[in-house]
């Protein structure tokens, strides 16, 4: 097991059961980026079940700058 991904994981996961999170998603989130974001999300699985852990950090970092900007032009 992976218990700082795991710790990382359960962080993550208590934000986003806030309201607030989800009235900033509600407001932010356009079906474009919702797609992209998805898409995302498989792109950094597909990499971590392929074990392949450079591909799996640079897709994490391009969908945290992604999220990073959509968040700012809240």
């Keep these: ?3 700082l991904f795991l710790a990382v994981f359960e962080a ?4 986003r059961r ?11 989130h356009s079906d474009r980026l919702i797609n ?3 898409a995302q ?5 597909d990499a971590i079940e392929q074990r392949d852990p450079k591909r799996a950090e640079d897709a994490m970092r ?3 700058v992604q999220v ?3 968040l700012k032009q809240i």
């Design 62 to 64: 391009r969908h945290l």
């Design 12 to 15: 993550v996961s208590a934000v």
């Design 41 to 45: 999300h498989r792109e950094i699985v």
């Design 36 to 38: 992209d974001l998805s």
């Design 1 to 3: 097991r992976n218990t």
């Design 18 to 28: 806030e309201a607030a999170w989800a009235r900033m998603r509600e407001s932010s």
């Design 68 to 70: 990073e900007q959509a």
